[in-house]
């Protein structure tokens, strides 16, 4: 039996609980690595990732994703 540990990141576009370790969707800046939980929130972060980054969002706040 395998025990993987669960990961939590927040999505930086949206704030929802991302799980990196089942992720499918990711991108890479600036040699940091970031989940997201949807390919919509994905597409925002990477036009514009400095409007991210750093930045505190809540869950729901005009993401892809809706108010999840």
């Not at 089942?22 to 925002?44: I, L, M, N, R």
Request: glycine share 10%.
């Amino acid at each position: 039996m395998t025990t993987q540990s669960v990961t939590a990141q927040k999505d930086p576009v949206c704030g929802m609980q991302v799980d990196s370790n089942q992720a499918s969707v990711s991108s890479e800046h600036s040699g940091t690595t970031y989940h997201f939980c949807s390919e919509g929130c994905k597409a925002k972060f990477d036009k514009t990732p400095h409007d991210f980054i750093g930045k505190e969002h809540s869950k729901g706040s005009g993401c892809c994703c809706g108010s999840k």
